[in-house]
């Protein structure tokens, strides 16, 4: 059973940039796709980003694209998101989550599973 803990959230001005990681504290995450989702207050989870268990292929929500980049390092069983250019609305606790559907582009929380705590990134404007 993997489980997952995220990192590196906090608070960040309008236009500036954050990664986050999210560390397998156990199993191995190597062959499975992981996916990154948001939760803003009063609002449904959303996907943020996606990508191929070997990192070959990269896919991402509206709100991501052009600002985010997702990445990972299987050697260190981990799992990055790098975002720049935040705004406030970006401000939402950021959750990783392995993709149990294993094919596709899965953008719904129900395909993933194995969810991490989480970490709060909160952007002032």
């Known amino acids: 059973q993997v489980q997952l803990v995220e990192s590196g959230g906090g608070l960040v001005q309008a236009g500036g940039s954050l990664r986050l990681s999210c560390a397998a504290s156990e199993g191995s995450i190597s062959n499975y796709a992981m996916g990154w989702f948001r939760r803003a207050p009063g609002k449904e989870r959303e996907f943020v980003a996606g990508i191929s268990w070997n990192g070959g292929s990269k896919y991402y929500g509206d709100s991501a694209k052009g600002r985010f980049t997702i990445s990972r390092d299987n050697a260190k069983n981990t799992v990055y998101l790098q975002m720049n250019s935040l705004k406030p609305e970006d401000t939402a606790v950021y959750l990783c989550?392995?993709?149990?559907?294993?094919?596709?582009?899965?953008?719904?929380?129900?395909?993933?599973?194995?969810w991490g705590q989480g970490t709060q990134v909160t952007v002032s404007s």
């Open positions: 989550a392995v993709d149990r559907r294993g094919s596709g582009w899965p953008t719904i929380e129900s395909d993933f599973g194995s």
